[in-house]
Nanobody, 121 residues
Framework: QVQLVESGGGLVQPGGSLRLSCAASGSIFTIYEMGWYRQAPGKERELVAVEASGGSPKYTDSVTGRFIISRDNAKNTVYLQMNNLKPEDAAVYYC???????????????WGQGTQVTVSS
């Protein structure tokens, strides 16, 4: 089994910064893609940023220039550096990995448990 554990959420004032982390553990063979999603109350879950192995990062328009996704392949960890946070960025943030576990050819999607980001003065 694969587990994704997120950390780094919290309360921040508008204009502030937070860094989210998501570490995967378990029987991982290959991680093809790491990404961050968010879901605000009453809204659909939306893609924030995603980076495929060997690819360029992609961002939703509203965070381009403010958020940076990065990864540490040796640690099976993805980060989301969030700068100049706005009240509309407040949401539960989820990481998602597309990966293959050892001993199987099946491509899976694994989600983190979510971490709350609150942006308020």
């Amino acid at each position: 089994q694969v587990q994704l554990v997120e950390s780094g959420g919290g309360l921040v004032q508008p204009g502030g910064s937070l860094r989210l982390s998501c570490a995967a553990s378990g029987s991982i063979f290959t991680i093809y893609e790491m990404g961050w999603y968010r879901q605000a109350p009453g809204k659909e879950r939306e893609l924030v940023a995603v980076e495929a192995s060997g690819g360029s990062p992609k961002y939703t328009d509203s965070v381009t220039g403010r958020f940076i996704i990065s990864r540490d392949n040796a640690k099976n960890t993805v980060y989301l550096q969030m700068n100049n946070l706005k009240p509309e960025d407040a949401a539960v943030y989820y990481c998602k990995f597309r990966l293959r576990q050892r001993g199987t050819l099946r491509l899976e999607e694994c989600w983190g448990q979510g971490t709350q980001v609150t942006v308020s003065s």
